[in-house]
């Protein structure tokens, strides 16, 4: 029995998934005819109460594209330090859009409305870049699933608001924060310009993010997509995946995140672990007292069949999720117990 927690990203569409994929109603989606992705956009526009919706291959070319959207060259976009698009998107903000990020150093890859007006530049400013754009993410992935409070969104939307800044959220993992937290996709809605969200992750579609915004923003959209080489012809077999997920896969998230939580409980109990980050969701991530065993450490599971990441600077990291199952589960505590170091 392979057991693989190194991302919610490894899994496989279900047998019901497959099923519906193939029984899409597809088209050329280049032509905007296809008819199971055209479902799915308006699907979740209506979801998270926004205008319209793109689909895209993958969520760093959705985030790529709402960059470009809302800054010029020369631009700057503040953004936390360990932040996706500012980390593992490829410097694709350099290459896309030519602007510089203002790195902020927040908690766990949160940053608050004060960090924001710190880091932002005054227009009248020639020297300093323009500051035109935020982003956040949320779940953020390098601070293990951590979720953004409500309140400290508004305060950042407001700060937006009152320096004619937009404001994007990088939403890979946000379907994990809204079952966690027990809000509304609505409330995100209201308070960013756009928002990328993923299918491929905990809800176990084998590809696929949206944007949302404006209608005139997702008809920009289109055309920087069909620029960066994203124009697809029958995305529906893609889609109807992508609606299947957001069906039936967006409740059972609990269950990832309960399992998480009990990761974490049994990790905190051994007198070799230094440091667990606190679970909010699906991410455990932490670290040895002696980050120089945390080889020593992969290598154990790995010999019982486990695999996990090693995230660098002594940080290991579990990802729960649909494939893992709970007899899976139940192996991972027991060997977790009864490892030493």
Known sequence: MEINLVSDTITKPTPEMLNYMMKARVGDDVYKQDGSTNELEVAVAELFGMEAALFFPSGTMANQVAIKLHTQPGDQLICDKTSHINLFEGGG???????????????????????????????????LPKTTLVSLENTTNLGGGACYEMQELE????????????????????????????????????LFDTISVCFSKGLGAPIGSVLLGSKADIQKALRIRKLMGGGMRQTGYLAAAALFALKNNVGRLQRDHFRAKQIEMI???????????????????????????SKLFVDKLRQKNISISDMGGGWLRMVTHLDYREVMHEYVLEALSKLEL
């Open 93 to 127: 903000v350099a290459v896309h859009s030519g602007v510089t990020c203002a790195l902020v150093d927040g908690v766990r890859g949160r940053i608050t409305a004060d960090q924001v007006l710190q880091h932002y530049n005054e227009p009248t400013n020639i020297h």
């Open 155 to 190: 305060r950042i939307r407001e700060v937006c608001d009152d320096k004619g800044l937009k404001l994007h959220l990088d939403g890979a993992r946000l379907w994990n924060a809204l079952v966690a937290k027990s809000q509304h996709p609505s409330q995100f809605g209201a």
């Open 267 to 293: 990790l905190n109990k051994k007198l070799w672990i230094g440091e667990v980050l606190p679970v909010q969701t699906n991410i455990v991530v932490f670290k040895l007292k002696e980050p120089v065993l």
